[in-house]
Structures are given as structure tokens and as C-alpha cells.
């Protein structure tokens, strides 16, 4: 019997890591929200969707396609540098992919050179500041979602950010804990928004 009690105590301990490492990290200000946007609180449009790549791009993509659609913003922005350089870049990629999927070319604005989160929330901000967007959603996926956020905070300053994750992508879901792959992006993602929020930096 108090071995059993043991593993129970164990079990909702693990268990409890895992609901504040899911919960910390895949903040999503949309969660209360219907598919479209409304006057509920912090269920308005926003200016403008921005999804950057790294991960499952595709995914990452295609949610902020799919928040385009539904009317949470009139403009796109991509951000991301290619990942082979041979090829073209992760923003172009994603440009190609939301034209495919009817979005208006005029509509989109991509960042090519961005190599990492940090450079893609300052490259993003001056996209902010160019097109006089006060208001955003930013979608990546949910293991990067604190991260992103918080670097988008530091530099993005006058815009109203709120984030919204991919539920789930090839890399990412429900069951992320029953993975390796799982908990190796939830450590140093942790680790990192942590350092982030209380003032340092990480070049990641």
C-alpha cells in the first residue's frame, strides 16, 4: 500500500510539471475566444497576423492563414531567413503558401533575413513601425510561444501583442511529454523564457 501511495504521489507530481510546462509556455490570449473575432474582451481584430518560421513552418503558417481568413487581421507578415541558404527563404515559403491558399499578395509582408527569435521580433518591429501597426497576433508553436512573446514584448514597444499558438504541429501536442523530442524542446525553451523574463538575454 505505501508503495502504491508513492507511485500516486510521483504520478500527480510528473503530472504537475508537465500541466505548468504546457501552460507556461503555450500562452494563448485567443483561448477564450470564438473563431472569429468579436466585442468580447480581448476578442478584437488586430492590425495584423504575424507567424515566423522555424519548427513546423507549414503549421505555423497555416494557422495564421486560417486567423487571416476568419478576419483577425488584414495584413500577414512572415518572418524568417532561409534555413538552407541554397534556397529561398522561410518567409518566401510561407508567402508562396498563404498566396496558394487564396490569401491577396497585397495583403502579405515578409522579413528574409531574420536567423533567429530575437532578430525576428526586431525585424518585425521595424515592419510595426513602417506600416503603422499597433495591434498584433503572433502565431508560432506552442513550445515557442513564451519565448516569441516575450522577445516580441522587449522590442515591439506601443504595439498590443497577443499570442496564439499552434495546437499542435510535428514536433509539438498533447502527449509532448511521452517524447524525447518532447523534452528537449520544453527544457531550454523554459529554461530560456525564464531568463528572458526576468531581464537577461539568449541568443536563440
Not at 527544457?187 to 539568449?202: H, K, M, R
Request: glycine share 8%.
Amino acid at each position: 500500500m505505501k508503495f502504491v501511495k508513492i507511485i500516486v504521489v510521483v504520478l500527480v507530481i510528473f503530472f504537475g510539471i508537465v500541466w505548468a510546462i504546457s501552460s507556461y509556455l503555450g500562452v494563448d490570449d485567443l483561448k477564450h475566444c470564438d473563431a472569429m473575432p468579436s466585442s468580447k474582451k480581448g476578442c478584437q481584430a488586430a492590425d495584423a497576423i504575424v507567424a515566423i518560421s522555424g519548427g513546423d513552418t507549414s503549421a505555423r503558417t497555416s494557422e495564421a492563414i486560417k486567423l487571416y481568413k476568419n478576419g483577425w487581421g488584414n495584413i500577414l507578415i512572415f518572418s524568417g531567413a532561409a534555413a538552407d541558404k541554397s534556397g529561398p527563404s522561410n518567409a518566401k515559403v510561407m508567402e508562396e503558401q498563404a498566396i496558394a491558399a487564396g490569401v491577396d499578395p497585397n495583403s502579405i509582408i515578409i522579413d528574409e533575413a531574420s536567423e533567429t527569435t530575437a532578430q525576428n521580433a526586431t525585424e518585425t518591429s521595424n515592419i510595426f513601425k513602417e506600416n503603422n501597426i499597433t495591434s498584433a497576433i503572433l502565431v508560432t508553436s506552442a513550445y515557442h510561444e513564451r519565448r516569441a512573446m516575450l522577445e516580441f514584448d522587449r522590442r515591439a514597444t506601443g504595439v498590443t501583442l497577443r499570442g496564439h499558438p499552434v495546437a499542435a504541429d510535428n514536433q509539438w501536442g498533447p502527449m509532448w511529454w511521452s517524447t524525447p523530442t518532447g523534452w528537449a524542446l520544453a527544457i531550454p525553451e523554459t529554461v530560456n523564457s525564464l531568463i528572458l523574463a526576468t531581464g537577461g538575454v539568449n541568443r536563440q
